[in-house]
């Protein structure tokens, strides 16, 4: 039996794939945003708390950022199995 495609059915199938390079897009730089905005935010807060507590060496920011890094990941991993 052949395999009979319509050029209508062509249409479909290119604009079903063009919709899913826009939905992986748009997945994938909302991930990298909320990746960004995690290590930003954590950095942040570190640089406050070493500003508080009067600290010279940036205790907080290193510790706060290494834990943003890994929340980071974290989450892009969390996301990539889904």
Known sequence: MQ????????????????FNGLHNYAKYSGLAFQMVAIILITVWAGTKLDKLFLLDTPVFTIILSLLGVGAAIYTAIKDFIK
């Open 3 to 18: 395999n009979l495609t319509t050029p209508q059915d062509k249409k479909n199938q290119e604009k079903k794939n063009k």
